[in-house]
T-cell receptor, first 111, second 111 residues
């Protein structure tokens, strides 16, 4: 199994600003993903974070809004850029090799 | 795009009863995962099913996978209040490149 540390756990941000969320895995993992979860909803995949190359984004998500870095096999960041209240949500990172484990989540509120 | 559907979406059951949650998916995949999410918490991995006919059991929960029918079930035996949570199934594309979640089933066990 893998343990994923995600931070911050929550933040309240002003609209127009950016927030970077970090995920650190305690072992090397092949896959890392970033999700968004609205209250009471399922998880929506934002992108797959690829080590050493650009992230692969799902339909409806773009790099300019959600830039992702993955400099090595244990670490990734997601930035939510130029935030608006519609970006208020829970953001989750996940990683694994044969199965996916999850970070604790970041509860973002944009005011 | 791979679609993953669960039913029911909401389930209220009495303690001691049995019930099954169903997870259907729309494309070929041999790998299916079940997760539990408590309110305000991240996702906890329950089961990893990696082949047709796979069955796994942990306590009062048993999961199975039929890849030909593209169906997985999560069976709850003699429910207890501690099982109240939201349960998600998830499927990947067999290459670990994309990972999609079902709609979730919100389970409430009533004493």
């Amino acid at each position: 199994s893998a343990v994923i540390s995600q931070k911050p756990s929550r933040d309240i941000c002003q609209r127009g600003t950016s927030l970077t969320i970090q995920c650190q895995v305690d072992s090397q993992v092949t896959m890392m993903f970033w999700y968004r979860q609205q209250p009471g909803q399922s998880l929506t995949l934002i992108a797959t974070a690829n080590q050493g190359s650009e992230a692969t984004y799902e339909s409806g998500f773009v790099i300019d809004k959600f830039p992702i870095s993955r400099p090595n096999l244990t670490f990734s960041t997601l930035t939510v850029s130029n935030m608006s209240p519609e970006d208020s949500s829970i953001y989750l990172c996940s990683g694994g090799t044969t199965e996916a484990f999850f970070g604790q989540g970041t509860r973002l509120t944009v005011v | 795009e791979l679609k993953v559907e669960q039913n029911p979406l909401f389930l209220s059951m009495q303690e001691g009863k049995n019930y099954t949650i169903y997870c259907n998916y729309s494309t070929t995949s041999d790998r299916l995962y079940w997760y539990r999410q408590d309110p305000g918490k991240s996702l906890e991995s329950l089961f990893v099913l990696l082949s047709n006919g796979a069955v796994k059991q942990e306590g009062r929960l048993m999961a199975s996978l039929d890849t030909k029918a593209r169906l997985s079930t999560l069976h709850i035996t003699a429910a207890v209040h501690d099982l109240s949570a939201t349960y998600f199934c998830a499927v990947d594309d067999n290459a670990g490149n994309q990972f999609y979640f079902g709609t979730g089933t919100s389970l409430t066990v009533i004493p």
